[in-house]
C-alpha cells in the first residue's frame, strides 16, 4: 500500500532552516503531485507547496514563497522541502501528501503521511 513518511522537523530558531522529508512507497509515484500541507494548532490544514513529479513544476503558497523550495529525488523516491528564513509562524505540523490530479485539490491529496513537528522559536 502507499505510504509517505515523513522526517526533518524538529525546533529552530526564528531565521533558521530545515529540510523536511517524505519518503514514498508502495507505487510508481512518476505521474503524482507530491505537496505539502501544514496544519498550526487552532488553525485549519492550509497548503505549503508541491511538485509535479515528472516535469518538476512546482508551486508555492504566497506566505512561503522566496523562502521555501520543493524538490525530488527520483532514486530515492524522495520529496524534500527546504525550509529558509523561519518565522515562529511557521510553527506547524507538515504533513506530506500525493494525489494523481494537478494541481492538488486545496484540501489535498488521496494519500497522506503521519505528519512532522516544526518548531521556529522567536
Known amino acids: 500500500q502507499v505510504q509517505l513518511v515523513e522526517s526533518g522537523g524538529g525546533l529552530v530558531q526564528a531565521g533558521g532552516s530545515l529540510r523536511l522529508s517524505c519518503a514514498a512507497s508502495?507505487?510508481?509515484?512518476?505521474?503524482?503531485?507530491m505537496g505539502w500541507f501544514r496544519q498550526a494548532p487552532g488553525k485549519e490544514r492550509e497548503f505549503v507547496s508541491a511538485?509535479?513529479?515528472?516535469?518538476?513544476?512546482?508551486y508555492y503558497a504566497d506566505s512561503v514563497k522566496g523562502r521555501f523550495t520543493i524538490s525530488r529525488d527520483n532514486a530515492k523516491n524522495t520529496v524534500y522541502l527546504q525550509m529558509n528564513s523561519l518565522k515562529p509562524e511557521d510553527t506547524a505540523v507538515y504533513y506530506c501528501?500525493?494525489?494523481?490530479?494537478?494541481?492538488?485539490?486545496?484540501?489535498?491529496?488521496?494519500?497522506w503521511g503521519q505528519g512532522t513537528q516544526v518548531t521556529v522559536s522567536a
Open positions: 511538485i509535479k513529479w515528472r516535469s518538476g513544476v512546482s
Open positions: 501528501t500525493a494525489d494523481i490530479k494537478f494541481p492538488l485539490s486545496p484540501g489535498g491529496g488521496d494519500y
Open positions: 508502495g507505487r510508481t509515484f512518476s505521474a503524482y503531485t
